[in-house]
């Protein structure tokens, strides 16, 4: 069953999601099917590594400490937005060095940051672990490094290594 459907949760996901975007119709559905089942076997030929969760318990925690400060963000990037030139903003880059190295708990750590208004993930350095993001409304580059290392970093290091 492996070979034939290797992602079986990811298979039904794209036509769930297929389903939910088209009209529901038996075209749909079979069209919808093939395509998530190529991309499927498509995911199987990449050979990704799975991810090993540690401690599953931290993640509704950091669930709900992610949603509570993109809510923040989005009042505060409207703040800035709306108030123009009140007081002067300065936009600039914060080199983060970071201790979490599993793939997995970094491309979270991405998600986390981007969908975060006023935050963009620009690079991660593997080598030196020296992440680098851009921030809209920059006051204090130490804070900054402190709530990325220990509101986000700290529970990924938990869940994931």
Known sequence: MSRVLPYPLLTAS????????????LGHFLLGTVVALIASRAMAALHPSKPRLRRWRRIPQLLGIVLLDILRSNIAVASVILHGLRRQRVAGFVAIPLALRDPTGLAVLACIVTST?????????SDTGILLIHVL?????????????NRYEALLLEIFE
């Open 14 to 25: 794209l036509i769930l999601m297929w389903m939910l975007l088209n009209a529901f119709s």
């Open 137 to 149: 409304d920059l006051l204090d580059e130490e804070e900054w490094i402190a709530l990325i290392r």
């Open 117 to 125: 208004p006023g935050t963009a993930w620009v690079e991660y350095d």
